[in-house]
Structures are given as C-alpha cells and as structure tokens.
C-alpha cells in the first residue's frame, strides 16, 4: 500500500522511464521498431522493472494515469525518431493493461498522444493480450476496429498462452502475433515447444498476419525461426531493452 501511494505520487514527479527492446526483421536483419518497456525510478529502491508494480496499478485503477504517461512518453520518442535522419524510422510497441483496453477513453487518448506528437499511425503498434480481449470481447472487437481505422497496428502479446487463440484470430481485426517467449526458449530442444511455434507461424501466415518472437536468446533460435517463416525477432541476442539514447547507439552500430 506504501508502494502504491508512492507510484501515485511518483508519476506526476516523473519517476517512470522507458525502456526500448529492438525488434528485427529476420530477412534482411533491419531494425523495424522496438517495444517500450516502462521502468520506475523510485527515489530509494532504485530502477524497478514492471513485475514490481504493473499488478498494483492495474488492481488499483493507477495504470489508467501509468498507462497515459507510457503511451505519451512512447509516442513522444516515436515522433522524435521519425524526425531524426540519422535514425531509421521505427515503429513503437506499447503495452496496453486489460484495464486500459477496456476503458472507454482510450481510443480518444491514442488519437490526442499522435495529433500531440504529429506522429504517423501506422509508427504506433499497441500490444494487447488474449486474457484483456476475453474480458468483453464485443467492446474490443470494436476498440480494435477503430484503431485499425486510424492506422494504429495491433498484436497479440504472450499468444498461446491464453485460450481460444484461432477464433481470436478470426473474430479481431489484428496485425501481429507475439509469440510468448516460453515456446520461443524451447525452440530446437524441446519438440513440444517447437512444434507450437511452428504452428504459429503458419497460422498467422495463413491468416496474413505478422509474426514476432520474443525472448530469443541463441542464434540456434533466430535460424529456426527464419526457417519457419517468422517476420520478426525480439530477445538478449539483438540487445537488452535500453534506454532511448542506447538503441539509437545501437542503431548506428550496426
Ligand atoms: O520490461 P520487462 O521485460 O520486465 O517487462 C515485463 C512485463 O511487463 C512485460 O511482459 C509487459 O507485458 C509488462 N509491461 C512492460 N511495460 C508495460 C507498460 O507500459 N504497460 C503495461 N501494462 N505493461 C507493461
Ligand atoms: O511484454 P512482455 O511481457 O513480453 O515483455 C517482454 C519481457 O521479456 C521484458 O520484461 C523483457 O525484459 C523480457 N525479455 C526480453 N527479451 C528477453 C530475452 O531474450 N530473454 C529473457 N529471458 N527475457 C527477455
Ligand atoms: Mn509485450
Ligand atoms: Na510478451
């Protein structure tokens, strides 16, 4: 509880941060966008990672405000990369809450956060998971509808590890599947884990919907899965989710 108020007040204080995973595309190995990964800066306890306090807000109702700072922070990055000609365009992944799916305003919110930062649609992915579509999946189709009128790309997050993953697939107007980083670590050695990326990737590509991998770790892994078809990877072996100066470094690196 003690923790909770001092999200409320750190928020305001500008205590968050993000940081920004690279996400590469397997075929050519270019950069095509990262996702925003939010961080607390707590004044005694040091850099926290979401796992400490993302249920808390979400339980609480505060990852309406978190969610608000996050989506503006990564909008406002997304803006600035695409004006810098040193740095290749790149599309941001956002996390979205079930809470924040669910909540009437956020169409309005997504549209204020682009026209705020003249940034492009299309430059915003946001990430939803199948437990957030399952809660009212009417109301989300329909949310998802209307960012998809905008131009706003939309994944599914950790998928395969929800349920009725195929009339998902069907019934939300999605552009992408993230394939949960536990299949991705069985990949090659475990033929239960291997066989269910597999038909992932193949059924995304039967349905024309993109495929990221996240959480690869080993080149064994990335070779995998641009054998199997996967458009995109995500994970320790391209770099570390980094603050926005690291990834432009990064970036020009390589
Ligand atoms: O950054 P890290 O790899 O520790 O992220 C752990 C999890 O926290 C991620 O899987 C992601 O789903 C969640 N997360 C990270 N940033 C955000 C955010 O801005 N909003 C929400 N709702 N979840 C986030
Ligand atoms: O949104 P999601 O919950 O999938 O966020 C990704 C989380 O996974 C982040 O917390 C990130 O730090 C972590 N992560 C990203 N890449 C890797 C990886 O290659 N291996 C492992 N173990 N974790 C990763
Ligand atoms: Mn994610
Ligand atoms: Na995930």
Redesign the pocket.
Known sequence: LRLLGELRRGIPDGQLRL?HQPQVRVHDGRISGVE???RWQHPVRGLL???EF?DLAEQSGL?REL?AW?LDAAVEQAARWARDPECATVEVA????TRQLTDPGLVDAVTGALARHRLAAHLLVLEVTETALAVDPDAAAATLATLKDLGVGVSV?DFGTGYASLTYLQRFPVDELKIDRSFVTGLGVNASDTAIVQACVQLARAVGVRTVAEGVETEEQRRLLAEMGCDVVQGYLFSR?VEAAAFQEWARAR
Do not use: E, Q, Y
Not at 94 to 97: A, I, K, Q
């Open positions: 940081h925003a990964l939010v990672p979401p796992s993302i990852v969610g996050v956002v996390n979205l809450s997050d989710p």
